[in-house]
Antibody, heavy 124, light 109 residues
Framework: EVQLVQSGEEVKKPGESLKISCKGSGYNFNDYWIAWVRQMPGKGLEWMGIIYPGDSDTRYSPSFQGQVTISADKSTTTADLQWTSLKASDTAMYYC?????????????????WGQGTLVTVSS | SYVLTQPPSVSVAPGQTARITCAGNDIGGKSVHWYQQKPGQAPVLVIYNDSDRPSGIPERFSGSNYGNTATLTIRRVEAGDEADYYCQVWYISSDHFFVFGAGTQVTVL
């Protein structure tokens, strides 16, 4: 079974650093891009960025460029999302999701499956 | 940037048909994907490539995409279909973007 399992809930103070993780299993982790998606309280889904674990090629949404860092470790089949200095506005649920593509070359992309989510709360 | 517009809410009686729209400039020229998110749960893919259903998704869920509007249709609505539904496309400008609609809350009366 293809699964993405995320690390647990985090409660942090403003200015602190944080890394959350997403472990893939049941498929060849190196061959599929992994995306990160933010969902602020009561709001919709926002694509943050995406990484190809095979060579660590990474793309960011302009809204999140410079705000977070996405990385991946092939040996542990884990993708990470990290912050160096959290803000209260980073309080949200964060999901990882595997990207699927269709066509040769790929011309259609969707996300399946999704991790269960990691709730990050930043409060003084 | 590319904007997808969804109605904030749709209400439907059990057994009836719910239609959730996703509007975007020439969206018919793109592939649209739909996700269902129940309260407290992660999103789940229910339609990909405009109208294909992943395994395990009931046939009651269908999709279409033409012109400037894509539509997710849920027939014979059940109480368990109550959720937020998001459309998503892939958009290329100066880079690659994944765009989500703002979501539609489906309420089963």
């Amino acid at each position: 079974e293809v699964q993405l399992v995320q690390s647990g809930e985090e409660v942090k103070k403003p200015g602190e650093s944080l890394k959350i993780s997403c472990k893939g299993s049941g498929y060849n982790f190196n061959d599929y891009w992994i995306a990160w998606v933010r969902q602020m309280p009561g709001k919709g889904l926002e694509w943050m960025g995406i990484i190809y674990p095979g060579d660590s090629d990474t793309r960011y949404s302009p809204s999140f460029q410079g705000q977070v860092t996405i990385s991946a470790d092939k040996s542990t089949t884990t993708a990470d999302l990290q912050w160096t200095s959290l803000k209260a506005s980073d309080t949200a649920m964060y999901y990882c999701a595997r990207r699927f593509c269709f066509g040769t070359p790929c011309s259609s992309f969707w996300f399946d499956p999704w991790g269960q989510g990691t709730l990050v709360t930043v409060s003084s | 940037s590319y904007v997808l517009t969804q109605p904030p809410s749709v209400s439907v009686a059990p057994g009836q048909t719910a239609r959730i729209t996703c509007a975007g400039n020439d969206i018919g020229g793109k592939s649209v994907h739909w996700y269902q998110q129940k309260p407290g749960q992660a999103p789940v893919l229910v339609i990909y490539n405009d109208s294909d259903r992943p395994s395990g998704i009931p046939e009651r869920f269908s999709g279409s995409n033409y012109g400037n509007t894509a539509t997710l249709t849920i027939r014979r609505v059940e109480a368990g279909d109550e959720a937020d539904y998001y459309c998503q496309v892939w958009y290329i400008s100066s880079d690659h973007f994944f765009v989500f609609g703002a979501g539609t809350q489906v309420t089963v009366l």
